[in-house]
């Protein structure tokens, strides 16, 4: 099986325009548990913007790495949604391939991330949505 491309933040997000932005797919993984280390696969990303034109020379070190930090600096100030993808590959193997749509945004934009625990997930829908709306509601209280 191909390895499972994930970013971090899911396929869409927001970041300020000052500061950095994070793009992080050490998550990705082998879905067949034979290699349990990223470190084993390969990593490429790319970056558009709406009118399709290619944005890669944000990625000064390269584009090979599972993670970047991206300096808000060097997004195109005529752009509001970039768009990054990262292609993940096992020698052998078939690749896979996901997105994610950042927002540009003015001013702090807080980066808040929920990890949901498995026994919640198998458990039925009406506790799982309830557990969502009990955190949600502290996060906007």
Request: proline residues 4%; hydrophobic residues 40%; glycine residues 8%.
């Amino acid at each position: 099986s191909p390895p499972v491309a994930l970013i971090a933040g899911g396929s869409a997000k927001s970041a300020s325009r000052q500061g950095a932005l994070i793009l992080n797919a050490t998550d990705s993984y082998d879905p067949d548990g034979l290699i349990g280390d990223n470190r084993n696969f390969t990593f490429q990303w790319s970056c558009e913007t709406p009118n399709g034109t290619a944005c890669n020379d944000l990625f000064v070190d390269g584009r090979q790495r599972a993670e970047h930090e991206l300096q808000a600096a060097s997004f195109p100030a005529d752009v509001a949604i970039l768009t990054f993808t990262v292609e993940v590959s096992l020698a052998g193997r078939n690749s896979s391939v996901t997105s994610q749509d950042v927002t540009l945004e003015d001013g702090v934009v807080l980066d808040i991330g929920i990890r949901i625990i498995k026994s919640v997930l198998k458990s039925d829908a009406n506790v799982r949505n309830n557990y969502l709306r009990n955190i949600c509601s502290r996060l906007y209280s």
